[in-house]
């Protein structure tokens, strides 16, 4: 399984996209702090399945871009997009803000 890290954004290798996959725009994760998004360029399509992202590359590879990281090369296939939370000092989760 490969893994691409991006900040707060992990995305995993999946098996399939799930039913009910809704087409939404190319941003994957908004930014809370700056409004630098991350956001898949050209040959991926995101979709949302009752709150969990998935990307599917239909390409050979697609780009993950953000303002303040490096891009990565996501591989051809269907992945899920998982936002990183923390837990905070009262023992609170929240997502981590990049």
């Known amino acids: 399984m490969k ?4 900040g ?9 996209l799930p039913d ?3 087409k939404k725009s190319s941003i994957v994760a908004e930014g ?3 409004g630098h998004h991350h956001q898949m360029l050209e ?3 995101v979709y949302d ?3 969990t992202q998935y990307v599917d590359v239909e390409s050979e590879a697609a780009r993950l871009v ?3 990281h490096g891009p990565h090369e996501i591989e051809k296939g269907t992945h899920e997009v998982i ?3 923390q837990l905070d000092l009262a023992g609170q989760v929240q997502r981590v803000i990049d």
């Open 3 to 6: 893994l691409h890290r991006q």
């Open 8 to 16: 707060d954004v992990l995305i995993v290798s999946a098996d399939k």
């Open 20 to 22: 009910g996959a809704v």
């Open 32 to 34: 809370e702090v700056t």
């Open 43 to 45: 040959g991926a399509t």
């Open 49 to 51: 399945v009752g709150g």
């Open 66 to 68: 953000h303002d303040t």
């Open 83 to 85: 936002i990183q939370h």
